[in-house]
């Protein structure tokens, strides 16, 4: 631990010494500390256990940041440090249980001995300037979750993610140290240290978090390996996708669509864009997109229409996409979408990340530097030269008979809009067709394009019959005129039954 003298030079080296030093030493699991009162709690009785607003660290400094505390509960049942960094010195921020309050939950006094914080939330006025509003959370194993303004808690970021979807099972690395550096009245942005630990992996990360209109999160991050590992994510997005227009729901629902995000978008190296819509799969499901030296990578919500959604509670239409702007060159490696199936809302079901195709040597740092943006605003990552799919829908394949009637022919069918400035500055007759495929599952019956006056952009419809229902069915199309490419990629797996 750093002299008081020497708190003004705190870096992220500091905490990359602490975890290179855990790396050369065995794993020690943290002993929990929860007395049964707390570690038998229901979900509903642990939102009762509530931090005191009027308690809010820094509430009586010139700074618009605002710090507030998780109690201990449920499975998060072991207590993290925080300390808070200033010029002048470094110190941990002691838990005091008179800063809850505990709701109808009867908690013995001598319950709360010896316990501590599980997490903590940043606050800041992102809506209103006398409002504080939560920026940040930060609460389990290393996850964290970040809004800008006008939006709501959706999808999550973790620092780091091992084996998951294995055979052997998923590691899951945890934040078990924080530090926080306290701002200055006329800083903009708060930083905050984090130290990572778990059986095959430590970490020492820089988070800083940065809000706004679209609040964005500077990693920078040095993490060690004990020993290899199977599978390992680097930056690692978590969200959920229940049902949508690609895949409706089974059930009668008011609610059209019920999704934290709607697909995974990738900006690869070679400078080519992949949307690749999301499913809720019957079975787990991994696609892997080869890339060299990404520039980003995210799982979005490109769907901003109330409509859509329905759902005046939970006002889906305003979940942020995470978007991984890449920094330097990142190397070989591939972006991992896994899809898991879940039959409600409650679960996280889609993580997407980077793995890098070698890993570091045990001892070895990886290095890595990317800046987290959560946005609303999803064309202004887009490349403005090219289009995008806005919409991706599921039908059941027809063909119109002479008596007008549609009638379905045994197809599946999926129409998918293209759209975007570039597609809207072509005139209606343009030449624009489609560069597509499909895999050797499925027999290409129809493959349609036409000019969409509403949107002013190009509608494709597929339709396709389905040889093994049971086997997914892989395929790609792209708009182009002649030699030249005019929208990012569409990749689609329609999920077998």
């Known amino acids: 631990m750093l002299l008081a003298g020497q708190a003004s030079a705190f870096s992220l080296e500091d905490v990359a010494d602490k975890a290179q030093e855990l790396a050369e030493r065995p794993y020690e699991p943290p002993q929990s500390n929860l007395p049964d009162v707390f570690r038998d709690m229901a979900f ?13 660290y820094w509430s009586d400094l010139k700074t618009p940041f605002k710090l507030m505390f998780y109690h201990q509960g449920m499975h998060f049942d072991v207590p993290v440090k925080i300390h ?20 109808g939950v009867k908690v013995p006094p001598e ?16 809506n209103e300037k006398r409002k504080l509003d939560e920026l940040m959370s930060l609460l389990g194993a290393s996850y964290f979750r970040v809004v800008g303004k006008d939006q709501v808690y959706g999808l999550s970021a973790r620092g780091l993610a091992i084996d998951t979807a294995v055979a052997a099972g998923e590691e899951f690395p945890a934040f078990r140290e924080f530090w926080i550096e306290r701002p200055q009245p006329d800083r903009g942005s708060v930083v905050i240290y984090a130290l990572l630990d778990s059986p095959r992996a430590t970490g020492a990360y820089r988070l800083e978090v940065d809000p706004g209109k679209d609040s964005t999160v500077d990693v920078d991050a040095k993490v060690y390996l004990r020993e290899p590992v199977e599978k390992l994510g680097i930056a690692p997005l978590t969200s959920m996708y229940l049902f949508g227009e690609n895949q409706p729901s089974k059930q009668v629902n008011y609610r059209p669509e019920l999704h934290d995000s709607d697909g995974l978008a990738i900006h690869a190296g070679n400078g080519e864009w992949i949307w690749r819509p999301l499913n809720n799969p019957k079975r787990l499901a991994i696609s892997s997109y080869m890339v060299e030296n990404p520039r980003g990578f995210g799982l979005m919500q490109r769907d901003r229409l109330f409509t859509h959604y329905q759902d005046l509670d939970d006002r889906y239409e305003l979940r942020p996409s995470g978007w991984v702007e890449t920094e330097g060159d990142w190397g070989k490696g591939h972006v991992e979408l896994i899809e898991i199936p879940t039959p409600d809302e409650t679960n996280d079901n889609i993580v997407a990340f980077w793995v890098p195709e070698e890993q570091p040597k045990p001892g070895e740092a990886l290095e890595l530097n990317y800046r987290l943006h959560f946005t609303m605003d999803e064309p202004a990552l887009q490349d403005p030269s090219l289009g995008w799919v806005s919409q991706t829908r599921l039908s059941v394949g027809d063909v119109k008979q002479s008596n007008l009637i549609r009638k379905p022919d045994g197809t599946t069918a999926l129409i998918v809009d293209f759209v975007g400035p570039a597609l809207a500055k072509l005139p209606q007759d343009a030449p624009v067709t489609t560069r597509m495929s499909i895999d050797d599952n499925a027999e290409l019956v129809e493959n349609n394009l036409r000019y969409n006056p509403v949107t002013k952009g190009w509608r494709m419809t597929l339709r396709f019959r389905i040889k093994d229902p049971v086997r997914p069915v892989e395929m790609r199309a792209a708009l182009v005129e002649g030699d030249k490419t005019l929208s990012e990629t569409w990749s689609y797996q329609m999920p077998g039954q």
């Open 44 to 56: 509903a009785d642990y939102q009762q256990v509530r931090f005191k607003e009027e308690e809010a």
């Open 84 to 103: 808070e960094v200033t010029a002048t010195d470094v110190k941990e921020i002691e838990y005091d249980p008179e800063q809850f309050e505990f709701g």
């Open 111 to 126: 319950s709360l001995e010896g316990l501590g914080y599980a997490g903590f939330k940043v606050l800041y006025p992102l």
